[in-house]
Every structure is written in structure tokens, then in C-alpha cells.
């Protein structure tokens, strides 16, 4: 049953994968020159750019060149980035992991406080709570991320207690172990406040009203008919009631926190998809650029995949069926 | 009403007054009274039925007598005990004694649950018994209001109306409560369906001695059921005595008018 539907799913995303790899490559080929254009390549050999030419088959017509690149793709040979001198998977390989490090921490927490906040609004009978909640929410909502990163970045500077860009500081490798996960930790406060200011009004505001429809249903007020305390009709009746919806949002969450990274990523200079992705966008380096896009597709995937397992996990009427 | 006179009511509204305001900017910019100063008697093992227009604050008291709303002012008396201001653990016991059947079956009940567990939720809440012998007492339940076990596993979705205004009342009636407020509870049923239920109901008033607060836009179904009418309009009780007088000889204005507006009446008193 559950195997099916992750087959099913792993399938779409097969193919959402190969839309955007040909849609990639089309856009890829819209852009002048091209990777190996001698011309941008000034002071290096000759025959090892004619090599690396003949390797990516960039003298055969598009569709050839395709084909090609999905046969070495599958084998995990995603080109070789210029801009960084480097095998792209393996560059993909730190970037990916560098930028899950700071989305796996930044979704988990922006749901935590969305979810705290967003029952809390819900469950208010007074205007004050809920007033102060709206308020809230808009300001940050109202606020561009970038303003809001650069406000953080500006905080941190004045305050000098926190790092204000980066992964690590540069005497990292002399570091301890328990050193170099403070040291780490530090770094991640910036960008991962960034993020979770950013998604967590826009998570909490659907919180608030999927928790407000539930508590305004009659069955609701079935269960307070049978003197239910306020606290255990909220956390085992109506939050597993708003689920759903907010379970298919964990992909959204993940796909906006993907795209707000790329972002945070760049101002705070954190070396993950993002400043990669823009540094092979400007260096025209074809290659890095389709990768990154095509890691970016693969995180989103397996985020909608984790939100569909969640419903199945959490609604008893699919489970069932 | 002269009959029970003597005898204490079980159930009863004091001085109810209750009104909702709309608030912009901190001003109240609408205000509507839905009770205003409204007095009701329920009596065990008697039905009270409660008439009136949309919006004249019949859900409103049903919902006050059953603590799930408070009113502004006035006192639910329960066996002579006030429970609107009374402690929390008084008023959830209180609770458990005055069930609700709402209108819309579909949506009282949990979507998620089997029907089993839905009856057998309010035993868990009320934490009476062991998983086994909640569940015992549910089927038990559902089998009183004719669902047989073999629906036990079914999902609200996968039942009909009538069987969900059936699993609706089992749930309430689990915890033994001493009255029922139906609060538009046949509205959604076809006849046949309709005439199930009400014959179940009536069963069950008998045997438990259930005060019943029947509120419902069918005077053909308060006539067959009710010992007592109050028509409410404006959240004011305006007129109220027994169903065949008032329907026949309304002194109110509103309440002819409502009488009028209702061309079942005339076949009412032969329906049952």
C-alpha cells in the first residue's frame, strides 16, 4: 500500500525531474556562446579545451547533446564546472549538503513556531491575542526577506556577538570537536533566523486558520458536550483534524524555504546552492547551473514526498482505503 | 406546564441574556441581542419545544443550556444548581448530563473516526472504563439506536444521513445524559428516516426519562412531540403553552404569523 504510493510519487518525480532537465538545457541553449568558447577561455590549452569539447559532445546537434548528457548523468558524471575547476557533482555534493544543513534545521523550527503560535492565535476567544497575532504576522509578511537578512546581518554586526557570514570561522580546523560545532552553531543562527522569520508568519497564518475552521465545527462542540478540557480537545482532537492541509504545506514549506535560501544563502554568504547556482548563472557555466537546478528539483521532490507520507502517517481514512 | 408545575425542573434557564457584538477598532459597531432576559423550564421525562424565526436565538439558548456557550447574564440551573459561574470539573460533569444533536450530522461527527470510536470518544474523555469495555458499551449504544455491529468500522462518509443522525444520538447518549437539546436534528432527514428517529427518541424519553429541548421549524413534529411550546422571537420568549392551543389559538402577532406561514400545521395533529 504505502510502497505503491511512494512508487507512484517517486515516478512523478522521475519525470519532474526530466522536464526540467530539457527544459533546462533548452534555456541553457537560448544563452550566446558556449561553455567551452575559446574566446572566454583565454591562456588555457587549447587541445584540453578541445578534449573537454569532444567529452560533452558540444560539436553534435541538441538533441544528441541531450541524450548524452542524461546517459552520463545517470551514471552521476553531471559535467565539469569551469567558474570552479571542478567536477559539478562534486561540487553539488558540499553545496547540498551545506544548504540541507541549513534547511533542515530552519523548516523544523519555522513549523515549531508556527504551529505554537498559530493554535495559540486560534484558540483565543479575546481580540487581543488574535489582533497581536495578525499584527505580527503582516509586519513580517509585509517585510522583504532580503530586508529582513540585511536587518539581521546589520543587528549582528553592531552587537558583534554573532558571525555574520559563512559556514565556519578560520581557524576551524584547529578547533576542537566540541569547538567546531559551537563554532558551526554560531554561524547557522543568522541565516536559519532569516529563513524561519520569513516562512514561519506565512506557516502560522495557515495554521491559525485551519485550526479556527476545525474549532468551529459541530463535532467540536460534540466533544466539549463531553466536558473535554480545553488543552486535550486542542492537541488530540483538532490539530490531527487541521493536519492534512498543513501536512501537504510541508512541501510547500520546503520548496518556498528552498527558494528564500537562495537568497538568505547569498547575502549571509553561506556556501550552499544558492551562491553556487549565481555564481554559475554569471560564469555562464551551463553545466553547474543544470545541476544545481536539477538538485534544487530533487530537495523539492523528496519534500513533497516526506508531505504525502506525513497524510498517509496522519489520516486514518487514507490509510484505510 | 400546570401538571410539573409543583415539581422542581432539571433543567432551567434564569434571566438568560446573551448578545454578540462586532468591534472595529475597539468600538462596538454592531451589536444584536440573540436572548434577552428568557426563562425555560426542562422537565425529566417531558419535551420542550422551541419555535420561532431564523435568527430569533433558538440555537443560541440550546447552545447556553448546554454550557457550550456562555450568556452575558442569567443562570442555567442544573437540579437547582447554577452552572455558569461553577467551577470547571463541576461544569464537565455538568456537561456530560445535557447532550447536544445538532442539525448536521455530517459535520458533528469526527470524519475520521470509525463509527464505534465516535460513540465510544465521550467514555474515553469522561474516562470511564477499560478500551474493551468502552468499546462494549458503544456497540451496545449503536445497537439501542438500531446500527448494527457490522457498521462498527465504518467511517461517517460511508454511512447515510439517517444512520449518521442515528450514530449522532448514540454518541450522545453514551454518557446517560438526562436531557436533549435537538437542535434542528431532523431537518436533513426524509420522512420515513424522520419518522424512525422520532419513535426511537420517544422510546428512549420513556425509558430514560430524558428531558428533551426540541428545537425545529416543523410544527407538524412539535405538535406530535411537544408537552410544551415557547416561541422566541428576538431572543424574547413571546407566547408559550401547549402546542395544540397555541397553534390553534396564537395570541401573539408573530406567532400567528408563524403559524400562518406554516401550511403543514393542518395535517400536524393527525401525522403521528
Same mark, same amino acid.
Given at each position: ?58 560539436? =553534435? ?74 499584527? +505580527?504576522?503582516?509586519?513580517?509578511? +509585509? ?20 558571525? %555574520? ?39 502560522? =497564518? ?116 | ?58 440555537? %443560541? ?15 442555567? !440551573? ?35 473516526? %470509525? +463509527? ?24 451496545? %449504544?449503536? =445497537? ?5 455491529? +457490522? ?7 460511508? !454511512?447515510?444521513?439517517?444512520? =449518521? ?80 392551543? !397555541? ?26
Amino acid at each position: 500500500m504505502i510502497g505503491r504510493l511512494v512508487l507512484r510519487r517517486a515516478a512523478a518525480g522521475l519525470l519532474l525531474l526530466l522536464g526540467v532537465s530539457v527544459f533546462g538545457f533548452l534555456l541553457a541553449e537560448l544563452v550566446p556562446g558556449d561553455p567551452f568558447d575559446p574566446g572566454r577561455l583565454e591562456g588555457r590549452d587549447p587541445a584540453a579545451i578541445e578534449l573537454l569539447r569532444a567529452r560533452y559532445g558540444l560539436d =553534435r546537434p541538441l538533441p544528441q547533446r541531450y541524450l548524452r548528457w542524461v546517459s552520463l548523468t545517470v551514471r552521476g558524471d553531471l559535467g565539469y564546472s569551469l567558474s570552479f575547476d571542478r567536477p559539478v557533482a562534486e561540487i553539488l555534493r558540499v553545496r547540498a549538503r551545506n544548504t540541507l544543513l541549513l534547511t533542515g534545521i530552519a523548516v523544523p523550527m519555522a513549523w515549531l513556531l508556527a504551529l505554537v503560535a498559530g493554535i495559540w492565535a486560534a484558540s483565543r476567544r479575546g481580540r487581543w491575542g488574535r489582533t497581536a497575532f495578525a499584527g +505580527a504576522t503582516s509586519l513580517l509578511l +509585509a517585510v522583504p526577506d532580503l530586508v529582513l537578512a540585511l536587518g539581521l546581518l546589520l543587528v549582528a554586526v553592531q552587537s558583534g556577538l554573532l558571525p %555574520t557570514g559563512g559556514l565556519r570561522s578560520l581557524d576551524f580546523e584547529a578547533l576542537g570537536p566540541l569547538e567546531k560545532a559551537r563554532d558551526l552553531a554560531a554561524h547557522l543562527v543568522l541565516p536559519a533566523a532569516a529563513l524561519v522569520l520569513s516562512l514561519a508568519p506565512r506557516l502560522a =497564518r495557515y495554521v491559525q486558520a485551519s485550526v479556527a475552521e476545525v474549532l468551529a465545527a459541530p463535532f467540536v462542540d460534540a466533544l466539549r458536550a463531553a466536558g473535554i478540557p480545553r488543552r486535550r480537545l486542542l492537541l488530540r482532537y483538532v490539530l490531527p483534524a487541521a493536519g492534512n492541509p498543513l501536512a501537504s504545506l510541508v512541501g510547500f514549506s520546503v520548496a518556498s524555504l528552498l527558494s528564500a535560501s537562495l537568497l538568505v544563502e547569498i547575502v549571509m554568504s553561506w556556501p550552499g546552492l544558492g551562491p553556487a547556482l549565481l555564481d554559475a548563472i554569471l560564469a555562464r557555466d551551463v553545466h553547474l547551473v543544470i545541476g544545481a537546478v536539477l538538485v534544487s528539483t530533487l530537495l523539492l521532490v523528496a519534500g513533497n514526498l516526506i508531505a504525502d507520507l506525513l497524510i498517509y502517517a496522519l489520516d486514518p481514512r487514507i490509510r484505510s482505503e | 406546564m400546570s401538571a410539573e408545575g409543583d415539581r422542581p425542573p432539571l433543567l432551567a434557564a434564569t434571566g438568560l441574556s446573551k448578545s454578540y457584538r462586532q468591534r472595529r477598532w475597539g468600538r462596538v459597531v454592531f451589536r444584536v441581542a440573540a436572548l434577552a432576559d428568557v426563562d425555560l423550564e426542562l422537565h425529566a421525562g417531558r419535551t420542550t419545544a422551541l419555535v420561532g424565526a431564523s435568527g430569533s436565538g433558538k440555537s %443560541t439558548l440550546g447552545r447556553c443550556l448546554a454550557l457550550l456557550e456562555a450568556p452575558d447574564a442569567g443562570r442555567v !440551573l442544573l437540579r437547582g444548581r447554577d452552572l455558569v459561574g461553577a467551577p470547571r470539573p463541576q461544569r464537565r460533569a455538568a456537561h456530560r448530563e445535557i447532550q447536544l444533536i445538532f442539525q448536521d450530522a455530517a459535520g458533528a461527527l469526527n470524519p475520521r473516526f %470509525t +463509527a464505534v470510536r465516535a460513540v465510544a470518544e465521550p467514555l474515553e474523555i469522561a474516562a470511564r472504563g477499560g478500551r474493551r469495555e468502552r468499546r462494549e458499551l458503544a456497540l451496545e %449504544t449503536m =445497537r439501542l439506536v438500531g446500527l448494527p455491529a +457490522a457498521w462498527a468500522e465504518r467511517r461517517p462518509l460511508e !454511512l447515510s444521513g439517517g444512520q =449518521r443522525q442515528r450514530l449522532a444520538i448514540a454518541r450522545a447518549l453514551v454518557l446517560e445524559p438526562r436531557v436533549l437539546v435537538l437542535d434542528e436534528a431532523f431537518s436533513g432527514l426524509d420522512l420515513s428516516v424522520q419518522a424512525q428517529i422520532v419513535n426511537l427518541l420517544q422510546e428512549l424519553q420513556q425509558r430514560l426519562r430524558l428531558a428533551m429541548l426540541l428545537i425545529s421549524h416543523d410544527f407538524s413534529l412539535v405538535g406530535y412531540l411537544a408537552d410544551e411550546v415557547a416561541v422566541l422571537d428576538g431572543g424574547r420568549v413571546i407566547e408559550r403553552g401547549a402546542p395544540a392551543a !397555541l397553534f390553534a389559538r396564537p395570541r401573539h402577532p408573530r406567532t400567528a404569523q408563524l403559524v400562518a406561514a406554516t401550511p403543514l400545521l393542518t395535517v400536524g395533529e393527525g401525522a403521528g
